[in-house]
């Protein structure tokens, strides 16, 4: 079995703009471009607010336990379901987490992580 993994860059902003501006070039040209995939934080401080320790633990609930909706989630945490909630949608936003919606009797919203590890890339 092939292992996904999921990559977190810490890149500034002009690294980002300088990348976009080379890959358009290159397009340009007519040249084959490398699809990059992953996500990128402005920097360490940013990333560490993203992935909070509990934000860390819900991932690994979700792969672990795959419950089938965000309730469920919230009470194999043994946390409030708001918070819960919240940090599923937010952890969604930032492309950490996959919500799949199902309209089987009530409409349910499943958390998904896809992916087995996560890499951090820190360039020094």
Excluded: W
């Excluded at 009470?75 to 599923?88: A, H, P, Y």
């Excluded at 919203?109 to 951090?120: G, M």
């Amino acid at each position: 079995m092939r292992v996904k993994n999921v990559t977190l860059r810490i890149k500034s902003l002009e690294d980002v703009i300088k990348e976009a501006k080379d890959v358009m070039e290159r397009l340009e040209e007519g040249e084959k471009v490398k699809k990059h995939e992953g996500i990128s934080f402005a920097n360490l401080d940013v990333m560490r607010k993203v992935l909070t320790e509990e934000r860390l633990r819900i991932l690994k609930v979700i792969r672990k336990e795959h419950p089938t909706s965000i309730y469920e989630l919230a009470k194999i945490l043994e946390r409030d379901i708001k918070n819960t909630f919240d940090d599923v949608q937010y952890l969604a936003e930032v492309g950490l987490i996959e919500l799949k919606k199902s309209k089987e009797g009530r409409e349910k919203i499943t958390p998904l992580v896809n992916y087995d590890k996560i890499l951090l890339e820190i360039p020094v």
